[in-house]
Nanobody, 123 residues
Framework: QFQLVESGGGLVQPGGSLRLSCAAS????????IGWFRQAPGKEREAVLC????????NYAGSVKDRFTISRDNDKNTIHLQMNVLKSEDTAVYFC????????????????WGQGTQVTVSS
């Protein structure tokens, strides 16, 4: 069974950092792009960052530029999202999702989704 499990969310103060992880089971991430999406209360789910099967990354959310980075650890079949200088507007449920080979900012191209992890940025 193809499965993605996110971890690493929590409560952090503005300016702080968190590292989210997305672990795959039942399949290898070598041939998949992994996107991170987030959904704040009352808002649409939006694409944040994506990393292709070859390791190239794409930033879909201008607000996280120079603060968030995405990386892959193929040995551990895991994708990480490093979030620095967090702001209150980063508060959301963060999801990772898998898509064959290349990235897309459309959620409809991703066919395996994790359950989400809550990130709350508050003092």
């Amino acid at each position: 069974q193809f499965q993605l499990v996110e971890s690493g969310g929590g409560l952090v103060q503005p300016g702080g950092s968190l590292r989210l992880s997305c672990a795959a089971s039942g399949f290898t991430l070598d041939y998949y792009a992994i996107g991170w999406f987030r959904q704040a209360p009352g808002k649409e789910r939006e694409a944040v960052l994506c990393i292709s099967h070859s390791g190239g990354s794409t930033n879909y959310a201008g607000s996280v530029k120079d603060r968030f980075t995405i990386s892959r650890d193929n040995d551990k079949n895991t994708i990480h999202l490093q979030m620095n200088v967090l702001k209150s507007e980063d508060t959301a449920v963060y999801f990772c999702a898998a898509r064959a080979l290349s990235c897309s900012d459309s959620r409809w191209g991703y066919h395996v989704w994790g359950q989400g992890t809550q990130v709350t940025v508050s003092s």
